[in-house]
C-alpha cells in the first residue's frame, strides 16, 4: 500500500520560515516526480511546486516563486522550504507523487498524502 506522509506545518508568524517533508512508502519513487500543492477553505486545491524525478529540474507556482524552494532527499523524500511565509499562504499543503513532472503539475499525480496544515498569523 503507497502512503505519502507529509510533515513540517504547524503555526507561525508573518515572515517565519516553515520546512515541509514528505516521506512514501510502499514503492519507490526514484523514476516519478514529486510535488506539492496547497488548498485553502473553498478553494480549489492549487499547485506550489514540483520536482523531477531526478532532481534535476524544479517548477513552482507564482505565489511560491523565490520564496519556496523544493528539494529532493532521496527517491522517496520530498521537502519544501518556505520562507518568508505570508498570511495568504495558510493552507493545508499535500505532497504528491507519482508520474512525470507534467502531470504533477497538472494535480494529475498518482498518489496524494493526506495533508499537513500550515497557519500564517499577522
Known amino acids: 500500500q503507497v502512503q505519502l506522509v507529509e510533515s513540517g506545518g504547524g503555526l507561525v508568524q508573518a515572515g517565519d520560515s516553515l520546512r515541509l517533508a514528505c516521506v512514501a512508502s510502499g514503492r519507490t519513487f526514484g523514476s516519478s516526480a514529486m510535488g506539492w500543492f496547497r488548498r485553502t477553505p473553498g478553494k480549489e486545491r492549487k499547485f506550489v511546486a514540483a520536482i523531477t524525478a531526478s532532481g534535476g529540474s524544479t517548477y513552482y507556482g507564482d505565489s511560491a516563486r523565490g520564496r519556496f524552494t523544493i528539494s529532493r532527499d532521496n527517491e522517496n523524500t520530498v521537502s519544501l522550504q518556505m520562507n518568508s511565509l505570508k498570511e495568504w499562504d495558510t493552507a493545508i499543503y499535500y505532497c504528491?507523487?507519482?508520474?512525470?513532472?507534467?502531470?504533477?503539475?497538472?494535480?494529475?499525480?498518482?498518489?496524494w498524502g493526506q495533508g499537513t496544515q500550515v497557519i500564517v498569523s499577522s
Open positions: 504528491a507523487a507519482g508520474g512525470e513532472v507534467a502531470k504533477v503539475i497538472r494535480g494529475e499525480a498518482d498518489y
